[in-house]
């Protein structure tokens, strides 16, 4: 398995304000998804990043709204810009250790107000 | 498109009883399925997969699962539920080469002391 942490836990923000989100790994990983919590809701992919490359968005995501960047192969940022109250989900990032096994991160709990 | 149903949101079981939650998938191809637990406030850990080979498998916690192609199903089994047990859980299809997870919307499970 691997040890991952997300930085913030959680936060609280006003609308029309962005939100990067931090997510460690402790060794390296070549995937790595970020993946939306909305309340009451199951889990939506959101986004891979890519380690050198741009990040590859699913359906109904886009660039401007959740910029990625994906440094190096232990770490990844999430930004939820120009964030309104829709926003408030729990964004989870993931990272494929073994084939084919995700394993994910405690998640940040994002409340937009 | 692939899909995961989760016939049932919510589930209270007595401690000591037996468990059985249920999921459906529709994939075109051999699927990949796993099973999460997502207790309060905490990301999603791992219960189980499977890839291939036995349909009936072994997880953590005293989990099992088992695959039956006829049925599309990977329904999660556990004999004695435990009050620690109590968390959502999440059925979940692997597309993409293995690498996208599509959920179901999750069952929460509450358990009667």
């Known amino acids: 398995s691997a040890v991952i942490s997300q930085k913030p836990s959680r936060d609280i923000c006003q609308r029309g304000t962005s939100l990067t989100i931090q997510c460690q790994v402790d060794?390296?990983?070549?995937?790595m998804f970020w993946y939306r919590q909305q309340p009451g809701q199951s889990l939506t992919l959101i986004a891979t990043a890519n380690q050198g490359s741009e990040a590859t968005y699913e359906s109904g995501f886009v660039i401007d709204k959740f910029p990625i960047s994906r440094p190096n192969l232990t770490f990844s940022t999430l930004t939820v810009s120009n964030m309104s109250p829709e926003d408030s989900s729990i964004y989870l990032c993931?990272?494929?250790?073994?084939?084919?096994?995700?394993?994910f991160g405690p998640g940040t709990r994002l409340t937009v107000l | 498109a692939q899909s995961v149903t989760q016939p049932d949101i919510h589930i209270t079981v007595s401690e000591g009883a037996s468990l059985e939650l249920r999921c459906n998938y529709s994939y075109g191809a051999t699927p990949y399925l796993f099973w999460y637990v997502q207790s309060p406030g905490q990301g999603l850990q791992l219960l189980l997969k499977y890839f291939s080979g036995d349909t009936l498998v072994q997880g953590i916690k005293g989990f099992e699962a088992e695959f039956k192609r006829s049925q599309s199903s990977f329904n999660l089994r556990k004999p004695s539920v435990h009050w620690s047990d109590a968390a959502e859980y999440f059925c979940?299809?692997?597309?993409?080469?293995?690498?996208?997870?599509?959920f179901g919307t999750g069952t929460q499970l509450k358990v009667e002391l």
């Open positions: 060794s390296q990983v070549t995937m």
């Open positions: 993931s990272v494929i250790v073994r084939y084919n096994e995700q394993f």
């Open positions: 979940a299809v692997a597309t993409g080469g293995g690498n996208k997870l599509t």
